[in-house]
């Protein structure tokens, strides 16, 4: 390996791994038709109906959430070892879930945390990698003929919204797209913004699951200033 190439290894994270493999492809051939959208459809009001109960409790107490850091948006998740990915993450005491939205689209999904398995990613995004402070980075996976087909319309200067139940938001904006093999995908280890990463599956309707390719959305943190001007 020439001294190039070692550099950029030690500068990006590499998810070579099952959690962007044939999982965010679907893999559901038992499920296609029209079981997939009302299987989508149900896992999303059940992860709304858990999103509204946190945030009433969050609402009793009267918690102000002012402006957050990165991590505060997605304080309940350990970074999961995605070099493993057949080892599940160490259970937490209730799912995280978030509210992910883009204004412009009129997207509205719940993201929850956990195991990327065909079964969680039926109901809704999850998140793969959360942001942490050594690496403010934060990777959410889908289906791409459900909970992220809107990627698909996604253009570069769109908002999106990531909100927890506290009430507490971030906004990041779409600043660039790629294509790329599962195995290649990798994200920057130390970036000089935050940065928010939806992946699916490529191309969009494509009858093959389990195909190579996979489309990212990045998307940078936004400062306050330029959040409440958008």
């Known amino acids: 390996m020439s001294a190039g190439a070692r550099r950029e290894a030690a500068l990006r994270g590499l998810l070579g791994l099952g959690g962007l493999g044939a999982v965010v492809c679907g893999g559901l051939l038992v499920m296609?038709?029209?079981?997939?959208?009302?299987?989508?459809?149900a896992g999303q009001a059940r992860l709304e109906r858990a999103f509204a109960t946190q945030a009433a409790r969050h609402a009793d107490r009267s918690e102000e959430p002012g402006e957050p850091s990165p991590q505060a948006i997605i304080p309940f998740v350990s970074p999961v070892d995605l070099s493993h990915p057949a080892t599940p993450a160490a259970p937490a005491a209730a799912p995280a879930l978030l509210r992910l939205s883009v204004a412009r689209l009129g997207v509205r999904e719940i993201v929850t945390s956990g195991e990327a398995t065909h079964d969680t990613l039926a109901s809704g995004p999850i998140m793969v990698k959360a942001a942490s402070a050594q690496s403010p980075v934060t990777i959410l996976a889908a289906h791409r003929d459900t909970h992220f087909l809107f990627v698909r319309d996604l253009a570069k200067g769109d908002v999106i919204e990531l909100q927890n139940p506290s009430g507490a938001r971030a906004r990041y904006r779409?600043?660039?797209?790629?294509?790329?093999?599962?195995?290649?995908?990798?994200?920057?280890?130390d970036p000089a913004r935050a940065l928010l990463a939806l992946?699916?599956?490529y191309p969009f309707g494509g009858t093959e699951y389990g195909g190579p390719l996979r489309r990212v959305a990045w998307a940078e943190r936004m400062d306050a200033d330029s959040a409440s001007q958008a």
């Open 174 to 189: 779409v600043v660039r797209f790629e294509t790329v093999r599962w195995d290649r995908f990798s994200y920057p280890r």
């Open 199 to 201: 992946v699916t599956c």
């Open 32 to 41: 296609q038709g029209v079981a997939v959208p009302r299987a989508a459809e």
